[in-house]
């Protein structure tokens, strides 16, 4: 059975960076599509980006692109999440996610698989 495990979450003032880990095991990121997703306090999971490890296709959601970037290392089967220019509104619980799709956007959280059990960014004003 897939697991996936964030890291790298903190407190960080606004306009600062943070790099997100998401950690697999049990399973391999070259099959699948793989999300970040985020709950902000008292809101629904919406999503961040999503990477296609096995051809590099990446997509952001308007509210982070040219802020965030999502990579990927091959070799030690972790995608990351990189966080720049942070803002109040980007605290949340962060997640990652795998999946099957043929995406051309980041898909709803309800199409993914997979679940890390998230890591929390706060950004202080």
């Known amino acids: 059975q897939g697991q996936l495990r964030e890291s790298g979450g903190d407190v960080v003032r606004s306009g600062g960076s943070l790099r997100l880990s998401c950690e697999a095991s049990?399973?391999?990121?070259?099959?699948?599509?793989v999300g970040w997703f985020r709950q902000p306090p008292g809101k629904e999971r919406e999503g961040v980006a999503l990477?296609?490890?096995?051809?590099?296709?990446?997509y952001y959601a308007h509210s982070v692109k040219g802020r965030f970037t999502v990579s990927e290392d091959s070799v030690k089967n972790t995608v990351y999440l990189q966080m720049d220019s942070l803002k109040p509104e980007d605290t949340a619980m962060y997640y990652c996610?795998?999946?099957?799709?043929?995406?051309?956007?980041?898909?709803?959280?309800?199409?993914?698989?997979?679940w890390g059990e998230g890591t929390r960014v706060t950004i202080s004003s």
């Open positions: 049990g399973l391999n990121f070259r099959d699948y599509a």
């Open positions: 996610a795998a999946g099957f799709g043929a995406w051309t956007r980041v898909p709803s959280p309800t199409v993914m698989d997979y």
């Open positions: 990477i296609y490890t096995d051809g590099g296709a990446t």
